[in-house]
């Protein structure tokens, strides 16, 4: 396995972040992330719970996370967020806040997604107190025929 990356209780300021590792990329306990473009890639996993996310500037900020096997994003509020994407293998959302209007792309391993359940392997999993525009996430919020919401895709390995 490769090694793994650990940020906890840390600030970040800067235009853009980009991590690697061969392992994992844990961001937690209260670490806070005022970036432009964060980018984290992981040969494992990732991490996110407790993070604040905000942009440092007026211009669109984004998110893009890879992982191999589970994305788990916890407790974190991303509607400053004007673009969100998220590969792995599975996806774990619990408390998280999205923008209304938002389009955050999701891919797992299946395309198939679960809402308000224990989450299952190679799916995208709503576990519990998501919210879209302040409102909790429904599954017509998922794959709209039209307009913005949550866009899941399959084929994440």
């Known amino acids: 396995a490769g090694k793994d990356l650990n940020i906890a209780g840390t600030s970040i300021t800067a235009g853009s972040l980009s991590a690697q590792a061969g392992g994992s990329v844990n961001i937690n306990g209260g670490a806070s992330l005022a970036v432009k473009t964060i980018t984290l890639n992981a040969g494992d996993g990732i991490l996110m719970d ?7 500037s007026s211009a669109p900020n984004s998110l893009n996370m890879s992982a191999k096997n ?6 974190l ?3 400053a967020l004007a673009s969100i994407n ?8 619990r408390n998280d806040a999205f923008a209304a209007g938002s389009n955050p792309n999701l891919t797992c391993f299946s395309g198939l997604y679960t809402l308000n359940q224990n989450p299952l392997a ?20 998922i794959n709209p025929a ?7 895709f399959g084929g994440a390995p």
């Open 70 to 75: 589970t994305v788990t994003i916890n407790n």
């Open 146 to 152: 039209s307009g913005s919401g949550f866009h899941i």
């Open 50 to 56: 407790n993070v604040t996310m905000t942009g440092n």
């Open 86 to 93: 998220i590969i792995g293998h599975t996806v774990n959302l």
């Open 122 to 141: 190679g799916y995208v999993n709503f576990i519990s107190g998501n919210t879209y525009g302040g409102v909790p996430v429904t599954s017509a919020m």
């Open 77 to 79: 509020d991303l509607s």
